[in-house]
């Protein structure tokens, strides 16, 4: 604990710097982090509120005329037309005859579509099925002063005329209807006229037809020009406001059948009807209700500007659970917002956040109650917060940088220092007591004229004075390595003249001397005995273990070394003078620490595929710590090892001759003494 203690103090003003910093930092993340759950419980509590007048607020033109000409008339699914069709109104009927009363009926009910040039038009249909057959038209046009059919004309064409087209259920009715004035007028006060009509004819001629007696339509032309630099008495454009009353046989016989039809007729929506205004001549229309680009009345689907993302409004028919229609909030997909805050602020708790934003209520119409069900999704005010954080995250994002740099120029001008010089002064101190090595250590770069450039100055001169001791100290073991190199050349020669002395292999002498000419030959050269006995090559052969083992026990020069005989011969892959280092060296060990008088056995087993020879002799253990360390180049337990003439690399040269020959060695103690196991790799009969 305490030299942890002591590891940890090394990095005490690092920890200090860095951890202020990042309290700093995580300070103002946490500060922006409050804020944003503040603002989602204040923007959810301001979500309820606004969320209930929406609802008040559609509820209150729904309630309004127009709003009951909307439900009465969902919007049709599918491309919108050009061609009008007829709207089911909120009254039983349209006092045609009596323009203040029409013009106010229409404009109440809000079904007027706006066209270009002062043109507008209502068509719709009463919702009591015993006001009639009929469908009903008002609207506006612009054009000059009226002019009359004058009676007896054969043809039509020579006055203001309405042309009217009506397709429903298989059958089309085209009517031809000129303008003919009630009574003479001046023009300031305008013109007042009917709308006489017609069954068309393809010829366009007239004579002797008669007008359609239920085919009603009334005209009010106003007496001021539309252009205000004219007077009323000069040739002028004039706005007319006109009303008709259409009658449609088909519907009128269907009141007389039984079973008692069905009211609004439920093909409403498939009644086409073309109302034209024409001038006299053969000129364009001055009114087309197919013209492009006219402006529909208020529908239904007008409502869902009024609702925000994540809101929905469905609208049934009282006691139905069919939905008449059902409107959605639309995203603004222009807004950005962060995805990584959109999360952060959806994962922040709020008060009663989780509660569901349902409300409902229940329109009355001449033709039954509607009910509407509003759905509010308060996660919608996640993503408008979401939104708002993500314009101003720049602002945390300029604090969080401001203080990362800081935290750099510290870094960089002090910490880096400091961990430089920390880290370099420890691992000088490994490398002093390792291997002396010094030359990749430099502390140059660290001086300078403030506190930590002084301290690295002093370190560095001390360390380059250190360099140049280290430096004197390598010459002089090159000079001994050297040395050493001439007395093993030296060595080499009388060996080689032994050896041709004897050359019998039968003598004895002979298999010594190879051993000593093989001892120089790896040592010869390198730069350590270590490195010598590593990357020394062996002849790997086959050779019989069993009787290698009794020639060991005979010839190893120590006193009561005992072979457990095996008969049959155990062929292993093995360097032959190499195998009998490996095992004098085992047994000058075993003879060392046996006790005295005891015996050293040899003991050789037969395995599949590996041969277990097991040197076994009775005397004091090896501490557990060193059953693996004691096979390592230098460890000994003989106090002067070198003065005693060993230097603690038997054990090491056993185990890296074994592994260059395909084996292993491992030590273990046993009740009586200790115990050396080898596994050789055996060579099976072919």
């Not at 995250?393 to 001008?413: D, R």
Request: one cysteine or more; a neutral charge.
């Amino acid at each position: 604990m305490k030299a942890f203690v002591t590891w940890l103090a090394s990095f005490r003003l690092r920890v200090l710097f860095r951890s202020a910093f990042l309290l700093l930092a995580l300070a103002v993340l946490a500060m922006a982090v409050t804020f944003l759950q503040e603002e989602k419980q204040r923007s959810y509590d301001d979500y309820q509120s606004n969320f209930a007048k929406t609802k008040e607020q559609i509820v209150a033109r729904l309630r309004h005329p127009a709003g009951q000409l909307a439900l009465l008339n969902p919007p049709r699914s599918g491309p919108t037309s050009p061609t009008v069709r007829p709207v089911l109104l909120p009254y039983s009927a349209l006092d045609f005859d009596d323009q203040n009363k029409v013009r106010n009926a229409i404009e109440m009910a809000g079904c007027l579509v706006q066209y270009k040039h002062y043109g507008s038009l209502c068509v719709a249909v009463g919702n009591n099925l015993w006001a009639g057959g009929f469908i009903y038209a008002a609207g506006t046009f612009a054009s000059n002063e009226l002019v009359a059919h004058r009676i007896g004309d054969e043809a039509l064409d020579g006055a203001h005329r309405l042309r009217v087209t009506l397709s429903l259920r298989g059958q089309t009715y085209h009517w031809l209807a000129p303008f003919e004035p009630l009574a003479a007028s001046a023009s300031d006060q305008g013109a007042r006229g009917r709308f006489t009509g017609y069954v068309e004819r393809e010829s366009g001629n007239y004579k002797g037809a008669h007008p359609v007696k239920e085919f009603r339509a009334w005209v009010w032309q106003s007496g001021n020009c539309l252009d205000t630099a004219k007077t009323a008495g000069d040739p002028c454009e004039r706005k007319s406001f006109f009303s008709l009353r259409l009658p449609v046989e088909v519907l009128q016989e269907a009141l007389f059948k039984r079973p008692k039809p069905q009211w609004p007729p439920p093909d409403l929506d498939q009644f086409l009807v073309h109302i034209e205004v024409l001038p006299p001549g053969a000129g364009a229309a001055l009114f087309d209700s197919e013209e492009p680009d006219a402006v529909p009345p208020f529908s239904l689907n007008d409502l869902a500007p009024l609702l925000l993302p994540g809101e929905s409004l469905s609208i049934l028919k009282a006691n139905k659970e069919k939905e008449l229609i059902r409107l959605d909030g639309r995203e603004d997909s222009k807004q950005f917002s962060s995805p990584l805050l959109t999360r952060l602020i959806r994962s922040l708790p709020v008060q009663s956040y989780d509660t569901p934003a349902e409300l409902s209520d229940e329109i009355a119409t001449p033709l039954g109650n509607y009910q509407l069900r509003f759905r509010g999704d308060a996660r919608s005010v996640n993503k408008s917060l979401g939104v708002v954080a993500s314009r101003v995250s720049w602002f945390v994002g300029a604090m969080l940088l401001a203080i990362g740099l800081a935290w750099l120029v510290i870094e960089v001008g002090i910490i880096h220092r400091i961990a430089l010089l920390t880290k370099r002064t420890r691992g000088l101190s490994r490398t002093v007591h390792a291997d002396g090595e010094l030359q990749h250590y430099q502390l140059a770069d660290l001086r300078g004229s403030d506190e930590l450039g002084l301290l690295a100055t002093g370190l560095d001169d001390l360390l380059r004075r250190v360099k140049e001791d280290a430096e004197r100290e390598r010459i002089r073991a090159e000079q001994e390595k050297d040395m050493w190199h001439a007395v093993g050349h030296e060595i080499m020669s009388p060996l080689q003249s032994l050896l041709a002395l004897h050359g019998q292999e039968s003598d004895p002498s002979r298999r010594y001397i190879q051993r000593m000419l093989q001892a120089v030959r790896v040592l010869y050269g390198s730069a350590s005995p270590s490195e010598a006995f590593q990357s020394s090559s062996l002849q790997v052969q086959t050779i019989d273990i069993a009787r290698f083992l009794r020639n060991v026990a005979d010839n190893a020069g120590i006193a009561n070394v005992r072979y457990l005989t095996v008969k049959e011969p155990i062929l292993v892959r093995a360097d032959e003078f190499p195998l009998e280092d490996v095992f004098a060296h085992i047994l000058k060990n075993a003879d060392r620490n046996r006790e005295q008088g005891t015996t050293i056995t040899l003991h050789l087993e037969p395995g599949e595929t590996t041969a277990i020879v097991t040197i076994h002799n009775k005397g004091s253990s090896i501490p557990e710590d060193m059953l693996e360390k004691i096979f390592e180049y230098g460890v000994s337990n003989q106090q002067d090892t070198a003065a005693n003439g060993n230097r603690g690399q038997g054990l090491f040269v056993a185990k890296t001759y074994l592994a260059k020959m395909g084996g292993t060695i491992s030590a273990r103690n046993d009740l009586d003494g200790v115990s050396f196991i080898l596994f050789l790799q055996r060579v099976r009969h072919s």
